[in-house]
């Protein structure tokens, strides 16, 4: 099976908090927001425009969305994704949805990644 990627326009950022911070209200209501909570941390991912000064965060990351919906039966897709990136020695951040998976890679390492997975992947 072929994968169908397209990369979303926006840069983002995945910001830090600590595990009992409430969500912040800039953080509701985005197009696009990962939000994750652990006994040890919170993690929020969204376009880096939204995230106000003085909050932790790695900025400059963009987004390969993998066209679902993805079955929960469908098994490699992390590993197809990720494995030829870090050959490459690109890091990525990888979030998974109900439908579908989106794979992070540093701004600065886009074109490079586009090129790798495009020798498996069609990518719009």
């Given at each position: 099976?072929?994968?169908t ?37 919170l993690s ?81």
């Open positions: 099976m072929k994968l990627l397209s990369i979303l326009p926006e840069k983002f950022g995945i910001c830090h908090f600590s595990e009992n911070s409430p969500i912040p209200d800039w953080a509701k209501d985005i197009a696009f927001c990962s939000i994750t909570r652990t006994t040890e941390e929020i991912v969204c376009p880096q425009e939204k995230i106000p000064g003085g909050i932790m965060a790695e900025k400059d990351w963009r987004i390969f969305k993998v066209q679902g919906p993805l079955g929960f039966t469908l098994t490699g897709i992390v590993s197809s994704l990720s494995k030829p990136l870090a050959e490459a020695e690109i890091s990525i951040f990888y979030i998974s949805t109900y439908e579908t998976d989106y794979v992070l890679v540093e701004e600065k390492n886009l074109e490079k990644a586009k090129e790798i997975l495009s020798g498996f992947c069609e990518i719009k």
